[in-house]
């Protein structure tokens, strides 16, 4: 049972415009949503992330939006840079019920073009 | 400032054999996470340490893995008789606990059973 879904397995992006990830989840007991971003070979490199009484955190060129009544997140990156890209994972933990595990979607393949 | 690493980066082994696999965290973690990941899916939860003590399994860890974390600082996976189907990336993950719950994920040790 996949909690944390991420649809679009790929998206392609000019170089300096706007990427959008987008990712939904079931379990309305998730409070704090995470997004990481994977090179081939490494491990998840954290990137932003947002608690449920938030609907949008900012970090440089990377915002996330939350919308809880639709389960639904989005990272949106601007400008779109060469080096990003790479595999982004959603994530998402429940941790007021004690869980410290991130419930993790499949990825998107985020590849921007030069 | 070291980040979490794992070793061996490369596993082989033939099925049936044991393996054990090292996760050092970063140094002022106290929480500690093993997750595993397979072709084109995202990390899936393994197993929770909180210093030394073991807190949380998922159902993903059967009889044959063992997880330790003998004074709260490195952990040990162990897999016992390994089969084909443990093949995989096994990541290691910490976080501090402290009011965060972004959890920083090592490179991985990748497994091929044969």
């Known amino acids: 049972d996949q909690q944390v879904k991420q649809n679009s397995p790929s998206l392609s992006v000019q170089e300096g415009r706007i990427s959008i990830l987008n990712c939904d989840y079931t379990n309305s007991m998730f409070d704090y949503f995470l997004w990481y971003k994977k090179y081939p070979a490494e491990g998840p490199t954290f990137l932003i992330s947002i608690s449920s009484i938030k609907d949008k955190n900012e970090d440089g060129r990377f915002t996330v939006f939350l919308n809880k009544s639709a389960k639904h997140l989005s990272l949106h990156i601007v400008p779109s840079q060469p080096g990003d890209s790479a595999v982004y994972f959603c994530?998402?933990?429940?941790?007021?019920?004690?869980?410290?595990?991130?419930?993790f979607g499949t990825g998107t393949r985020l590849t921007v073009i030069p | 400032d070291t980040g979490v690493s794992q070793d061996p980066r490369h596993k082989i082994t033939k099925r049936g054999q044991n393996v054990t696999f090292r996760c050092d965290p970063i140094?002022?973690?106290?929480?500690l996470y093993w997750y595993r990941q397979t072709l084109g899916q995202g990390p899936e939860f393994l197993t929770y340490?909180?210093?030394?003590?073991?807190?949380?399994k998922s159902r993903l860890l059967s009889d044959r893995f063992s997880a330790e974390r003998p004074k709260g600082s490195f952990s040990t996976l162990e897999i016992q008789r390994t089969e084909q189907g443990d093949s995989a990336m096994y990541l290691c993950?910490?976080?501090?606990?402290?009011?965060?719950?972004?959890?920083?994920f090592g490179p991985g040790t990748r497994l091929t059973v044969t």
């Open positions: 340490f909180q210093n030394e003590a073991q807190l949380e």
């Open positions: 140094s002022e973690h106290n929480r």
């Open positions: 993950a910490s976080s501090s606990g402290t009011g965060s719950y972004e959890q920083y």
């Open positions: 994530a998402a933990i429940h941790h007021q019920t004690g869980a410290n595990n991130l419930f």
